[in-house]
């Protein structure tokens, strides 16, 4: 009995102590999670939030004190010593790692010995006046050596001519010419202002016209604001400044002599004949002061208003000058050398803790025309800024679900070539894995608000990101920057929020965002865009961006640039650490939609013509309809996503991130095969203004000039069609994966 | 004392509980998988077993039979109603949808009323000869009505002329017509056999060099094996039998009046002036019986023996006839016409059950010339037999990792336009989730052995699946089919396995594998290479390919078919269902490294040239050299790759997925823009041929004939310099992407 009892107890105890067992088998086998996808989000605001108050004024005005003391054209020995010097650094503020990128691409300068200038020569030949051959140098850089004197690189070499003014030296400025005022420039030099347009589109319209010549001067009605002084006064271009820049016609080539390749030792070059938008004829920038002593003796007659500048002369538009100087000539003296030479990019990485193999881009160019005190340096040193604080997070143990990749880019100036040439030897890669690239040159070219062009995907992580940040501005303490930008720059007519601008050209993202489909943006500082008329900023490639530009007049706090790199950083965190990607489908099938409308309401100018050729723009709008249906079903499917599965994550992220590339047709825009985004390029006209379906755009453009509508309205359809399949393409893209059927309808 | 030990007493039961609980916890926690992702690859085995085992001979027979009692030509009544019946058993089966994709294309078909043939006519206009309007109609199908004649499908409309014999039509028979025999055939009709090239490059060929016809037949030395009785008796070409062909000279651009572009209703279509490849000239095919009445009485000279074949007449090459019938011409009355057409694609799809948004496709023609008994249907009974046998284990509920995708393809015969087309719409989706692309044209060619041609990284995997299939040969039995294919086709001058050959073109994986990047393969089986000298098989593209030709004479027990049938599906489950992607980069390694040997060599020709225009293939091998570590490393990374972690085995599988698409340049190769592969294509001279680094291969044919050879030589240096790039760019892709520098060398 008492062994009987005695088993009987133990068996109990067995079956308590089993029992136990088994609870807690049961509670450690569900305790444990199944994944290492465990919803993050919350410690990722945190450390956000960390990220962007670790950025401080002082740092940037730092920053941009130490990069501007020298200049650092692209090519030169400084340019390399600064891109060794941001590799030191960023190494040391903790980045995984840091290379050098050397390319050898074509670059153009200007002949030491033989100085580029314009003169006005008299029958004989003799120099009645020439055209300076340098700024007058600012103060406290009168010791500096190696500032180029202004000039249009890639110029060809010169020769003598008539003058004929040509306004802006715009398509439609040549059409009146030619059309109304009954002008050839056929052998001229054209003379234009700047402004407008990029200068290399006035310079390949001077070609197309048979110019033998072009002459670039910067007038005071666009380079000078109302009531400010010169520099250093103030911040207006003072007379004896003038605009450098490139005048090619790359159309997002990259260096021209490798289009579609990387400019590398093996690389196959073209000749400088075959070479991609090189002019065939001298180009030249002068400044005002110079610009009147060219004008202010032309002949012919006196042209409307709107081609009149403000300076102290009739605009005569020629040919020629007028009677008593009539047997005066303009000879172009340009002397300018194309040359193959070694740049080098800096490329910075940080690993990403859970995908190593998804990488979110921030890149600016180095390279400037002289001390580069706004471009780029305003956007260097915000880079600079993000890289410390990112490094100084890492140092916490903190490490972003995504690579990120940080860019010091060579040679934009020379035509965005080293960031295109990067982009073409990692475009495989790119094209596979990259998430988002952010831009970020000139930080700040105004001090009224805030200004971003972006894709449509991003406009809503920038609304969340600009929430963050507080205002820069005095007087608006408790403010954020959201509040602040949408109380200056609301976009009444669509919506109410802060208008976005769509992305044009002229800047490091054209080559990841037209050429590769990668979704890309930019943030900087603006002038009030109602108000302020004058192009660019005044200074612009001029000798007088220093350091003391921004010190003074743009930003003496420093308290803009660092909201705008606190944007730019933000983008950048957001994007490398969400779990699901912050882009939104949604938002660009509101802009699809509205671009739709503003491109038929183009075409609609010409009513009867649509009948006759038989056009019309109900597949776009059909096709736009089953984008928008796609993008809000992808979006509804979201909030019921498995956010522990990493599979289903990693599925929805894909087709978030690929969602840009399907805009991109690989056979490019009619005549421009690197120009592949069928969405936003550039129009042919004007190299700076995005437009939304340019082949659309473009085609309308030559309808009034074309001498053949049939072609023309042919043209016209067939680009409405590619455009209708690439949205619908586009749409197929965010349709669930799983479906077995389509999802969406066929295009009408 | 009582009190304080039972005290005691439960505080050590206490511990004991707790104690047990802790260590089930702790068993429980660690006991749990931390992930879905187990090694399934043991299950995944056991069901290809059952897969492969469940396709049967008399399956794959009754498959033939029923598709072949019509024909079904495309965009008839006929093959639409095919493509419904294949629609309905495919959802029996138990596919988890089926779709119909139509597209409107441009096809052609000969004038009913006004049929094609070719006179002689006197000089009074009387016509002497006319060749036969049809072939005689095979035993049990004279009844059959629509079948459709021997024509060249494309051909323009025709006229009188002299005639001109001239061998195959190849670039080196007009080359050697020109140049040695002093014959220029500016307006003359060419006459040439059938064979060695596609027929499009004989036309293309033929009005480069001015003709204003072309005329091809079947010449016995061809298309009659020896000691084979013509159909019905045996399996060679009857006298009346002729090859029917489309024309075009597309290069990969799909439907010639949509470019690049999927032909729906909303597309834009191009006249048919601008279309695509199509022939200016008119072109018939003919039998051997008319082929002698045409050449009998040719005049000129006699050729070379290599131009002559097996007919019983001399083989003149003209101009024109000989005396006494030299006032005789030749007139092609050819009435065929262009018309935009419906076609359809039957699109079957099953859905995978971890990676839905991957898709493995195995995809074949259905539309045939008339019967079709070869072309295409062994090849569609051979992929409906995979979906019955797919459709199977999917009820015992078995679902692959990745989806698959099965393709009914319309319309292959005028130029891969039902694929084409697809693929166009696709492209996005495609070139973001297709894991492969398995082809299923006709499944039979030969009796000797396998024939495999596919992209490198696929080699492995066809020598596992052939390991695992039975040879289909009497006597045989217990030998598998590697080692069948092993000792009848030996890789002798390169490795002992059994040969592989590269993919050309002339199906519809072209757009998949050359203007896409999807990795692709094809399996048939095939003649003995080396004694078989015949082109394809002697009845092609004629009324003979019926049912009764494959069951007589090439595969009486259907085990040929059915070993394809196992090779093909075999192929696609595999690449569907193993968690680690079946591709072997190394094997690419291997491949490339041979084939930029080969071509050095094809430069060695020129030893002098070389030296003169600094022409190196240096950088070629420094790229293929840094391919070859990346993917040994890449391959041994693998063997230590966490497999329960699910981004990591994405990672990798997409690093392998995108390794083909990184072999393929958006702008193409020269002059063909829808040609992308940089590494295979067909060369310019011959779609069927594929060539590796066809344009460096394209660039080096034209130096022997070029009257620019420095110019000829800068083309060459460029195709090198594009071919060493695209090799780096693959090689970067197999890097490491978690680590943050070059894992390979630069580009020497």
């Known amino acids: 009995m008492k062994t009987e009892s005695r088993l009987v107890q133990w068996i109990c105890w067995l079956i308590v102590i089993t029992s136990f067992f088994l609870t807690g088998f049961i509670i450690g086998w569900f305790a444990r999670p199944t994944s290492t996808e465990t919803s993050h989000d919350a410690g990722s605001r945190r450390h956000l939030r960390e990220f962007l108050d670790e950025m401080r004024p002082e740092n940037i005005r730092d920053h941009l004190r130490k990069f501007t003391?020298?200049?650092?054209?692209?090519?030169?020995?400084?340019?390399?010593q600064l891109a060794e010097q941001i590799k030191g650094e960023w190494l040391a503020y903790g980045l995984d790692s840091?290379?050098?990128?050397?390319?050898?691409v074509l670059l153009s300068y200007p002949n030491i010995s033989q100085p580029n200038y314009i003169s006005i020569v008299d029958d004989l030949g003799n120099e009645m006046f020439n055209t300076s051959l340098s700024e007058p140098v600012p103060e406290g850089y009168e010791n500096v050596s190696d500032i180029v004197p202004p000039y249009s690189a890639f110029s060809a070499q010169g020769q003598p001519g008539d003058l004929v003014y040509v306004n802006y030296g715009r398509t439609e400025d040549f059409f009146q010419l030619e059309r109304q005022m009954g002008i050839n420039v056929t052998g001229k030099i054209v003379i234009v202002r700047y402004g407008n347009i990029f200068r290399g589109n006035k310079v390949k319209n001077a070609m197309l016209h048979g110019a033998s010549g072009i002459i670039m001067f910067s007038d005071p009605a666009d380079y000078c604001a109302p009531g400010v002084q010169p520099y250093p006064d103030g911040w207006?271009?003072?007379?004896?400044?003038?605009?450098?820049?490139?005048?090619?016609?790359?159309?997002?080539?990259?260096?021209?002599l490798t289009p579609g390749y990387p400019a590398k030792e093996y690389t196959y070059r073209y000749n400088l004949e075959e070479g991609v938008g090189l002019p065939k004829i001298p180009v030249h920038p002068i400044g005002y002061h110079d610009a009147i002593q060219l004008l202010k003796n032309m002949g012919g007659d006196v042209p409307p208003n709107n081609w009149k500048g403000a300076l102290n002369v009739s605009y005569r538009i020629g040919p020629g000058f007028t009677d008593g100087f009539s047997t005066q000539k303009v000879r172009m003296n340009i002397h300018t050398n194309n040359q193959v030479t070694r740049i080098y990019n800096v490329i910075g990485r940080l690993r990403g803790a859970v995908e190593p193999d998804r990488y979110v881009i921030l890149g600016g160019h180095r390279d400037a025309w002289v001390f580069g005190g706004i471009d780029p340096v305003t956007g260097a040193a915000v880079v600079h800024e993000s890289v410390r604080s990112a490094g100084k997070l890492l140092r916490k143990g903190w490490r972003p679900r995504r690579s990120i990749v940080f860019a010091s880019w060579d040679a934009e100036e020379f035509g965005l070539l080293g960031s295109t040439e990067w982009a073409e030897e990692n475009a495989k890669v790119l094209q596979e894995r990259a998430v988002a690239y952010i831009n970020a040159d000139s930080a700040i070219e105004g001090m009224y608000t805030l200004r971003i062009d972006c894709t449509p995907s991003l406009h809503t992580l920038v609304y969340d990101i600009t929430k963050q940040v507080s205002s820069p501005e005095e007087g608006e303490e408790g403010l954020s920057l959201y509040e602040s930008w949408h109380k200056r720059d609301n976009w009444t007519d669509d919506r109410d929020a802060p208008r976005i601008s769509k992305l044009g050209s002229g800047s490091d993202f054209e080559a990841y965002f037209i050429r590769l489909g990668i979704a890309a943006g930019r943030a900087r500082y603006t002038k009030n865009r109602k108000t302020e008329r004058y192009s660019s900023y005044p200074v612009y490639h001029s000798v007088y961006e220093t350091f003391e530009l921004v010190e003074r007049f743009y930003d003496p706090s420093f308290r803009k640039l660092r909201a705008v790199a606190q944007v730019r950083g933000g983008l950048i965190f957001l994007l490398a650490d969400s779990q699901l990607l912050p882009l939104d489908a949604s938002q660009y099938a509101g802009s699809l939609t509205k671009y739709a409308h503003t491109i038929a309401q183009l075409g609609q100018k010409h009513p009867d013509a649509l009948v006759k050729y038989g056009v019309s723009f109900d597949s776009l709008f059909s096709a736009v309809e089953n984008f928008t249906v796609a993008a809000r079903d992808f979006h509804e499917r979201l909030t019921t996503l498995d956010r522990t599965d990493p599979i289903q994550i990693r599925m929805v992220n894909d087709q978030l991130m690929y969602l840009e590339r399907a805009f991109v047709d690989p056979l490019g825009l009619p005549g421009r095969p690197f120009y592949?985004?069928?969405?936003?390029a550039p129009s042919s006209h004007n190299k700076y203004a995005g437009e939304s379906f340019p082949g659309i755009y473009d085609a309308l453009f030559d309808i009034e000039r074309t001498a053949n509508p049939k072609q023309a309205w042919d043209e016209v359809r067939r680009q409405i069609s590619i455009a209708a399949f690439t949205v619908q393409a586009a749409a197929m893209t965010l349709t669930p994966p799983s479906e077995t059927k389509s999802q969406i309808s066929d295009v009408l």
């Open 676 to 680: 592949r985004h069928v969405i936003f």
């Open 236 to 256: 207006n271009l003072p007379g004896g400044g003038a605009q450098r820049g490139n005048v090619l016609n790359l159309n997002g080539a990259g260096d021209p």
């Open 69 to 80: 003391r020298l200049p650092h054209l692209a090519g030169t020995e400084q340019n390399l």
């Open 98 to 104: 840091v290379e050098m990128v050397p390319y050898d």
